[in-house]
């Protein structure tokens, strides 16, 4: 497939997708003050960004509400806190995983809700569950999305299969989702061109969310995206699970819509992300994650190791070459 | 051009030069202690490196020797101290700067050295003078490079002439050097193409060095190595003046020639590089290093920026595009 767009030029089908609350909050437990979601909401607006992802709707019956920060639950209450009537250009989504949202009770009507995309993530062995989802979402009248993670781990003609389930399903995009941050750009590319061709078919977007383990959030996104790809993620700072995701700092760098602003960005990270960091909490490219993206394996023992503050890499990377 | 090998496959071609000493030490002023520098050794002869690079051969007449470590000059007797006879398939390279090295009293013959590659540096408007440089380290012995800087300053046209007048001369290899970690992947495809098109036409190599400004530079350097980029620079840990290089922990996990053993890397980034961030030496990514990348500058105000523990990067970011 041939590269789609060049550097002095902009495709309008692009649009980027904030997701520091969602894929952040799984940092800090959704602990999230209310000043810095509002200035993020402020930040997304002013530098262009198409949507901003408030947290998961996790079913209150599953998690513990005292033991999370209220972005785990990402109510339509709490988002009309911040957002209002959003009487702006940045539309709002909100990620249900397949197995933890009651989804039939605790996602009402679009024309009730400050909602406007429901992103429904799911491996690829709970497809079937993914569609009710969708289905339900789509009825009540939002956008859809199918984020199918852990794809490194998945056969491909159990991919294959689930490409065509959900070519054939309501869903409006369905997105790459490199979770375990252990693809390189030449598979981003032929992967790409893969779930381009079920959206050529059948008439969906393709999104791409990367994990930073290799250094190569980035570079995957913008490889995605020479591919055809027009949904891409990104977190301020690159704020995410492990070693965090695109940073938006660098896509809005790349990007070439002039609608698209690198300063209000900047400032954001300067006043509210960096400050986070400042306070312990942390994220972003270490060895144990390179360690865990290098053999394609689940980054939560790199997590507990960098929580415990583990210096001694070769010690690491025996044990989980062991469990691998 | 197509891509050249595949992740299943591997080429032979391909040779990996550690930079750790040369392009770290622009960022502790060369002043490694000897017991890194020999582990170093070790460890690039274990893990399979081809290449090691012990530092500038910078003129002592020009640079005061009690302001720098001994690797700034790294004169043959020092290298000795550490490699002996080099009885190994390491093999060993300096950097001589156009202008700042007296090549023709500094560097002797190949048969009283143990250094096999003199890699020149130069900017495109000083080509005669690196290709002078070229010919008398050919004419004592040694391979050669020729590593063409800030090429994302150059002119297109200087850029053609000044690879045409390489291709003429002895040189074995041509590096493409992204000095200001501002390149994107589908530049370095570019690039690689017009690279490799004057190599394959007089028989030169193709190398490259990449700085992560962008966190580009692993993800460039693959790029490049897709495209048939052959020479690849890394660093332990990435450390690098400002944002760093092309990780070697990184490019290691990625090369596929058995040859390449990681283990050796991440142990002596455990026992080495890591003291030395504890020890509060910085490198890496950082949002002014991102902000001079973005801007393609170099990357002189970000690291007076980051020296200062600026935070203030909106304000910084103000400052250097009024610079521009």
């Known amino acids: 497939m041939a590269q789609k767009g060049d550097l002095l030029s902009f495709r309008p089908d692009i649009k980027?997708?904030?997701?520091?609350?969602?894929?952040?909050?799984?940092?800090?437990?959704?602990?999230?003050?209310?000043?810095?979601?509002?200035?993020?909401y402020r930040a997304n607006v002013k530098s262009g960004v198409d949507y901003m992802e408030f947290g998961y709707r996790a079913d209150k019956e599953m998690f513990d509400e005292d033991k999370?920060?209220?972005?785990?639950?990402?109510?339509?209450?709490?988002?009309?806190?911040?957002?209002?009537?959003?009487?702006?250009?940045l539309k709002?989504?909100?990620?249900?995983?397949?197995?933890?949202?009651?989804?039939?009770?605790?996602?009402?009507?679009?024309?009730?809700?400050?909602?406007?995309?429901?992103?429904?993530?799911?491996?690829?062995?709970?497809m079937p569950a993914a569609i009710d989802m969708i289905e339900d979402a789509h009825r009540k009248g939002y956008e859809t999305t199918c984020n199918i993670m852990a794809l490194s781990n998945a056969k491909e003609s159990d991919l294959d299969m689930a490409l065509e389930m959900l070519g054939k399903s309501p869903v409006d995009g369905i997105y790459i989702v490199d979770s375990f941050g252990s693809l390189f750009p030449e598979q981003i590319?032929?992967?790409?061109?893969?779930?381009?061709?079920?959206?050529?078919?059948?008439?969906?977007?393709?999104?791409?969310?990367?994990?930073?383990?290799?250094?190569?959030?980035?570079a995957n996104t913008i490889e995605s995206c020479s591919q055809g790809v027009s949904y891409l993620d990104a977190t301020m700072g690159g704020m995410g699970r492990g070693a965090g995701n695109c940073s938006m700092e660098l896509l809005l760098g790349f990007l070439k819509n002039p609608k698209y602003k690198l300063f209000p960005v900047i400032k954001f990270v300067e006043k509210y992300i960096e400050p986070l960091r400042a306070?312990?909490?942390?994220?972003?490219?270490?060895?144990?994650?390179?360690?865990?993206?290098?053999?394609?394996?689940?980054?939560?023992?790199?997590?507990?190791?960098?929580?415990?503050?583990?210096k001694d890499y070769s010690e690491f990377y025996k044990e989980i070459i062991d469990k691998d």
Chains 1, 2 share one sequence.
Not at 193 to 203: I, T, W
């Open 189 to 218: 590319r032929r992967i790409s061109e893969q779930y381009m061709e079920v959206g050529e078919k059948y008439g969906k977007y393709i999104g791409m969310h990367a994990h930073n383990n290799q250094q190569l959030a980035f």
């Open 16 to 40: 980027v997708l904030d997701a520091t609350i969602r894929d952040g909050g799984l940092v800090n437990d959704f602990y999230f003050k209310d000043d810095l979601v509002k200035a993020l």
């Open 68 to 89: 999370f920060g209220k972005w785990k639950f990402a109510t339509d209450e709490q988002i009309r806190e911040i957002v209002g009537e959003n009487d702006t250009d």
């Open 92 to 126: 709002i989504s909100i990620m249900a995983d397949v197995g933890r949202c009651n989804y039939k009770e605790d996602i009402h009507e679009r024309s009730e809700s400050p909602v406007d995309l429901v992103r429904v993530a799911t491996y690829v062995n709970t």
């Open 279 to 310: 306070e312990g909490i942390e994220w972003g490219f270490a060895i144990p994650y390179l360690l865990t993206g290098h053999l394609n394996q689940h980054p939560r023992a790199a997590i507990a190791a960098m929580k415990e503050g583990r």
